[in-house]
């Protein structure tokens, strides 16, 4: 690991911990007691250190509550039985946050401070961490411009942080997906393969009209013809037809190259399963839905890991499947927590030990 420097570390007086109940503790609500920080400013970072978990102070002209640069990264780590705790794939996330920051024209962050300093935060407040099964603890690192000043041009300073928040099991029923044919997340040339804050920002009133419609999110489609499914809230999408795995390429640049993604990819293969990345129709989907050919449909994302989802609605055509009856899709599920939480070897390099 690179050492360039040591990041300097200011401890809390008293823990907040002995307060805290980890045991299914809700998803993004408590945040542990420390912070990372980091100040990019004429044209190198700075300033970095570990703090405890406090408000920031700011202008009400901070560029970035008014423009939009912003991006962020969310990212895992466990606990095993033995106590030892590790971090799921964190140098994919640090490409992939370095990618969105050069298309959103914001400084890259170094190895030393996001992988480091990530890994110096996490052993820090470690005991956050809950050693229970489904529980992890949740790494947000995030970077945004914080120029004091009014004007649409790149700013020249930014900020980068990193919170952590332990979190239970993400109990979400199997999902009603509604397919999305009015409204659209990302175009070719746009920024959907980033993750930008605004992406989610401009989500909303959609999934709230599919909300009132008794949905759980949206299945967004491509922005010419509504023909071409690309995923689902923060979740990318699988579909198994037959005994193939079938999941949008990538190809377009309208959709976000999940970690969790690229990993249910191994493993499916490993299950026996040829997966496909190709171009995916609501088309092909109906058809095969039709010919009792679709059994299995499920997103996949690091907050909720693999969710099951029991209907899709295209227009009028409704796809529903009984999803007690399933097998790969909790099979993944099971493959890939007993890796994360160390009940079996990790021969895929994915755990970063702290
Ligand atoms: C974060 C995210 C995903 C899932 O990515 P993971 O690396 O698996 O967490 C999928 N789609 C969107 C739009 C996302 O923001």
């Known amino acids: 690991m690179v050492e360039a420097y040591s990041i300097p570390v200011t401890k809390i007086e008293r823990s907040r911990l002995p307060g805290v109940t980890l045991e ?129 041009r790149p700013s020249e300073s930014y900020k980068f942080m990193i919170i952590l928040a332990p979190t239970g099991p993400y109990y979400s029923a199997p999902m009603r997906i509604y397919v999305e044919e009015k409204y659209t997340r990302a175009a070719p040339g746009g920024v959907g393969q980033a993750k930008a804050a605004g992406n989610y920002g401009s989500s909303m009133y959609v999934t709230a009209q599919a909300r009132k419609k008794g949905y759980d999110q949206v299945l967004w489609t491509d922005v010419y013809e509504h023909k071409y499914v690309q995923e689902i809230g923060t979740m990318n999408v699988f579909f198994v037809i037959g005994n193939k795995a079938y999941t949008p390429d990538l190809s377009t640049g309208t959709i976000l190259a999940g970690v969790t993604r690229d990993s249910v990819m191994t493993i499916l293969e490993e299950m026996g399963l040829q997966v496909e990345e190709q171009p995916v129709s609501v088309d092909m989907l109906m058809e ?21 989802i029991r209907e899709l609605r295209y227009k009028d055509f409704v796809m529903s499947f009984d999803t007690t009856q399933w097998k790969v899709t909790p099979e993944i599920k099971s493959r890939l927590d007993d890796i994360r939480e160390g009940r079996v070897a990790d021969n895929h390099g994915w755990m970063f030990k702290i």
Not at 296 to 301: A, I, L, N
């Open 24 to 152: 299914n503790i809700p998803f993004g609500k408590t945040f542990t007691d420390h912070m990372l920080e980091a100040d990019f400013v004429n044209g190198e970072w700075k300033n970095v250190e570990i703090r405890p978990y406090q408000p920031l102070v700011m202008s009400p002209s901070l560029a970035a509550i008014h423009y939009g640069q912003a991006i962020f990264e969310g990212i895992k780590a466990y606990k095993n039985e033995a106590g030892e705790a590790h971090i799921f794939r964190p140098y994919d996330n640090y490409k992939r946050f370095n990618f969105s920051a050069a298309r959103m024209e914001m400084p890259e962050v170094p190895e030393d401070i996001f992988i480091e300093g990530m890994r110096k935060l996490v052993e820090l407040d470690k005991n956050w961490i809950p050693a229970l099964h489904d529980h992890s603890l949740y790494i947000r690192p995030f970077m945004f411009s914080s120029d004091e000043m009014i004007g649409v």
């Open 288 to 308: 095969a839905y039709k010919a009792s050919e679709l059994r299995e449909v499920f997103g996949t994302g690091t907050a909720a890991t693999v969710s099951l």
